[in-house]
């Protein structure tokens, strides 16, 4: 194995210690190229930077908007994320700021659906300057974000390929964009 990325509710959770021991053992005793984190940025503070930040190679944060309404929305107003104008956003600045001072690479993540589909993200985006920015088309799993037993309803988000495509026209001038259609998500080994 070369490389080991921690994903999947939020991470940092509890303060991170846990995280940090674990991406500490990955690099250090287990020697791993490429250790990496994915997260929605709301429990990250700078003490975890100063504690782990020699560990961690990439840190990807998910950013749907940078607009506060579309960001209330779609739910990313939590512990956080709270606290006023652009505090989403505001905390995306502040991460990539860490990111730099440790020298983590720093990717966005984004997920287009009904709400943001219509936003141009290239202006904030180039000003961030990410080492890549994944691209994903809201997909629905049966049972996780869809059907009779499904955790949650992820229907009222969803949105066509066409509709995807249009954003990714929007944003070609966007030199570090990775479009992840559904099409490609699902016939990946992992899902």
């Known amino acids: ?43 990250i503070r700078k003490s975890w930077f100063r504690k782990y930040g020699d560990y961690l190679d990439i840190l990807a944060v998910s950013c749907d908007s940078f607009n506060d309404d579309t960001n209330e929305r779609i739910g990313r107003c939590g512990e956080g994320n709270s606290g006023g104008p652009n505090r989403h956003v505001e905390k ?33 985006i180039m000003r961030l300057n990410p080492m890549r920015w994944k691209v994903f088309q809201c997909l629905l799993l049966e049972g996780e974000n869809c059907g009779e037993n499904a955790l949650r309803d992820a229907e009222p988000f969803y949105i066509s390929d066409e509709q995807f495509q249009v954003f990714l026209d929007r944003h070609k001038s966007v030199p570090v964009l990775v479009p992840e259609s559904n099409e490609s998500v699902c016939t990946s080994p992992v899902v």
Do not use: A
């Open 1 to 43: 194995m070369e490389k080991l990325n921690f994903s999947g509710g939020e991470p940092f959770i509890h303060g991170g210690d846990h995280l940090g021991e674990l991406v500490k053992y990955c690099k250090k005793d287990l020697r791993l190229d490429s250790v990496s984190i994915i997260s929605n940025g709301s429990l």
């Open 92 to 124: 995306l600045h502040q991460i990539h700021s860490w990111c730099k001072e440790y020298r983590v690479d720093f990717k966005i993540n984004t997920v287009v659906n009904t709400f943001n589909q219509d936003e141009d993200m290239s202006e904030h």
